[in-house]
């Protein structure tokens, strides 16, 4: 693919791809393969030297996995990336490649459970320390910043409440400390936001999600704005062995092929799903940045190309409301995760978020009666048709 290409859906779809460099395959090959032979052990040791760019062995790099990495580098607009295992891995690599003893850390809440732990409870243990601020209050942020503060986390649209955070002012805040602005992209997905162009230094996935889009691998990837952050965290990937494989790298690719035509449509049935139950007697209140009852709106306006696909709602009658409504869908697939083409629902406060004290709950924005409906490609009509039974179900309230 030629730098000439400007959109979205022709990254997508042609990000990585160089049918002349494989017998003219249009399908990227699986290159599985643990290990490349040397033709001399001359270029052997150039390829350890790494002055030849040749292949040594997969967990150092491997060309499916180098495709991969070439187009999600090209749709984030960054210099490059590094692709892992899981999102985690995404996660955990950013951080281990980052930090060390005595360094803090500022993050936003609410963010995604496993990496608040993998902050407070594991980082910890090597003397990392950290806070974390409201994901909407700049002023929180630049408060929260110490002499050691060496790197901003931030997770917009957040989960599960989608509050928003100003990526432009939190990189200023970032910067004005000598920090990188760490941005967890995987809600929206590249289609929607590109951090890297309102300031951010890295953004990180999990594929899992939006850019696989088939809930049938798990997968994550780090991409940086610059060369000597990717250097450091690639070599951080390659030590702790946090790296991807190459049929996993095959399938994500193939997923992200669709990706942006996913999103859309995705977005299209939110869209119309998120004005409904807004006027639906059953439901209490709605998050969704694409409705301008979202308190950051204009925000969203601003900085994503779209609302994306994934609406909060609170349901009169609280959880036990919450209960029946997941027990009585049909077609709606009760399942944690979001950016598949099904659509799934699930409850925060008992289920993705129930490791999270009550009372802090609260303080996050996350109800007991809030249901997180991650909306999918299925036909709108039949969606819509699915959660007014289930609505009929729970009854009067
Ligand atoms: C799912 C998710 C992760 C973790 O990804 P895995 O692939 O499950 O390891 C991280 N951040 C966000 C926002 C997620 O939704």
């Not at 890295?202 to 060369?227: C, E, F, Q």
Request: net charge negative; aromatic share 4%; glycine share 10%.
């Amino acid at each position: 693919m030629g730098s000439e290409v400007k959109g979205r859906h022709s990254k997508a779809i042609h990000g990585g791809l160089d049918p002349e460099a494989y017998q003219g395959a249009v399908s990227v090959p699986i290159f599985q393969t643990s290990t490349f032979a040397f033709p001399s052990a001359e270029e052997g040791a150039a390829r350890f030297a790494g002055t030849s760019p040749g292949h040594i062995y997969t967990r150092l790099g491997n060309p499916t996995v180098a495709a991969l990495e070439a187009c999600v580098a090209a749709l984030e607009g960054g210099f490059g990336a590094a692709a892992t295992a899981t999102g985690m891995a995404a996660v955990s690599t950013v951080l281990l490649a980052l930090l060390r003893q005595g360094d803090h850390v500022v993050g936003t809440h609410p963010l995604y459970g496993p990496s608040r732990s993998l902050l407070e409870k594991h980082l910890e243990r090597f003397g990392i320390s950290s806070s974390f601020v409201p994901a909407t209050d700049g002023a929180a942020l630049r408060a929260a910043v110490r002499p050691r503060t060496r790197l901003v986390f931030v997770e917009t649209p957040a989960n599960p409440t989608l509050d928003l955070v100003d990526l432009k002012a939190a990189a200023e805040i970032a910067h004005e400390a000598g920090a990188p602005l760490v941005v967890d992209n995987t809600f929206a997905g590249p289609h929607l936001q590109r951090p890297i162009e309102h300031g951010a230094d890295v953004v990180l996935h999990s594929m899992t999600k939006s850019l696989n889009g088939h809930s049938d691998v798990v997968a994550g990837i780090v991409v940086t704005r610059g060369p000597e952050l990717l250097a450091t965290i690639r070599e951080t990937a390659r030590s702790f062995g946090t790296t991807m494989d190459p049929h996993q790298a095959w399938l994500v690719l193939r997923g992200i092929r669709s990706l942006g035509m996913r999103v859309e449509r995705s977005q299209e049935n939110a869209r119309l799903l998120a004005a409904w139950l807004e006027r639906h007697p059953a439901v209490a209140w709605v998050r969704f940045p694409g409705l301008a009852s979202h308190p950051q709106h204009e925000l969203a306006k601003r900085q994503m190309d779209g609302p994306g696909s994934v609406i909060a709602f609170e349901l009169r009658g609280g959880v036990e409301a919450g209960r029946k409504l997941m027990d009585a869908l049909r077609l709606i697939v009760l399942a944690v995760s979001l950016g598949g083409i099904e659509s799934l629902i699930e409850h925060p406060a008992s289920m993705t978020h129930s490791k999270v004290p009550a009372d802090e709950q609260l303080r996050q924005g996350i109800t007991p009666g809030l249901v997180r409906l991650a909306v999918g490609c299925e036909d709108v009509d039949d969606l819509r048709a699915d959660l007014e039974q289930a609505f009929a179900a729970v009854g009067p309230i």
